[in-house]
């Protein structure tokens, strides 16, 4: 069974920026491919980034390509998504979730086992 918990959402302004963490345990943190997912208010779970067992593969939605990144520490099981230049329709809880696989598409929640309980992200001025 694999834990994982996220940090550092808040309240924002509209161009600032912000850095979530999210901590695994459980399993060997270099055996799962991570990923971010987000929930904006009224609609369905989103995908955001995915990272793969080493960090040399990404993969971001359209939506915070060139704004966000993703990125890992396997010595610290911690995955971190690091959001540039937020913006209003950034509002959202952001979840983390944990894989057993890497694929060329990893958007699919299905593709994860894990999930974390979320941290809420609002950006407003």
Known sequence: QVQLVESGGGLVQPGDLLKLSCVGSGRRFNSLAMGWFRQRPGKEREFVAAISFSGGNKYFSN??????????????????????????????????????????????????DWWGQGTQVTVSS
């Open 63 to 112: 939506d915070v390509k060139g704004r966000f990144a993703i990125s890992r520490d396997n010595a610290k099981s911690t995955v971190y998504l690091q959001m540039n230049s937020l913006q209003p329709g950034d509002t959202a809880v952001y979840f983390c979730a944990a894989g057993l696989y890497w694929s060329t598409e990893m958007a699919p929640t299905a593709k994860y």
